[in-house]
């Protein structure tokens, strides 16, 4: 399919258009805000360099997020790891006032996700992520490159 998506998104567009839109009411196209384009990655493709890339190839987009920022399960959970899991986060990591940045947690553990919000939170308020996304749950971790298997 040459050309990719978007060609046949227009021309789908066009002929419900001509055919009167299927029933369907449509405010004038000038009437309606442009649409918000955020980037979320997908673990292991959508880590910084891929933003980065992303930014300088298209020029960018409204909001991007980082990879998930994994919140372990076990162990103790002290404030210095839950400063250092929300160290990872780099609200100017595209250029500073480049588009926002939000945030990924994931792990199971509710009082653990709680620590690393507070964490990301109790900054200046330039520095606080616009977004903090929460996924909960039980989550395998995929293999480390050296663990994946290349034939």
Same mark, same amino acid.
């Given at each position: 399919m040459g050309g990719?998506?978007?060609?046949?998104? /227009?021309e789908r567009a066009a002929a419900a258009r001509v055919a009167g839109g299927?029933?369907?009411?449509?405010?004038?196209?000038?009437?309606?805000?442009p649409p918000a384009l955020s980037l979320a990655p997908m673990e292991l493709l959508g880590d910084r360099i891929f933003r980065r890339a992303h930014a300088r190839a298209v020029g960018g987009? =409204?909001?991007?997020?980082?990879?998930?920022?994994r919140v372990p399960d076990r162990g103790t959970m002290t404030? =210095?790891?839950? /400063?250092?899991?929300?160290?990872?986060?780099?609200p100017?990591?595209? /250029?500073?006032?480049?588009?926002?940045?939000s945030v990924q947690l994931?792990?199971?553990?509710?009082? /653990?996700?709680?620590?690393?919000?507070?964490?990301?939170?109790?900054?200046e308020a330039d520095r606080r992520p616009p977004h903090i996304n929460l996924n909960c749950g039980e989550y395998p971790r995929p293999p480390r490159r050296e663990e994946r298997r290349t034939d």
């Open positions: 990719g998506v978007l060609p046949v998104l /227009r299927a029933g369907l009411a449509r405010p004038p196209a000038e009437a309606l805000p987009c =409204n909001e991007y997020c980082t990879e998930f920022l404030a =210095n790891l839950a /400063r250092g899991i929300a160290g990872h986060y780099d100017s990591e595209l /250029r500073p006032g480049g588009p926002p940045l994931m792990g199971a553990t509710p009082e /653990r996700l709680v620590a690393v919000t507070e964490r990301l939170l109790d900054v």
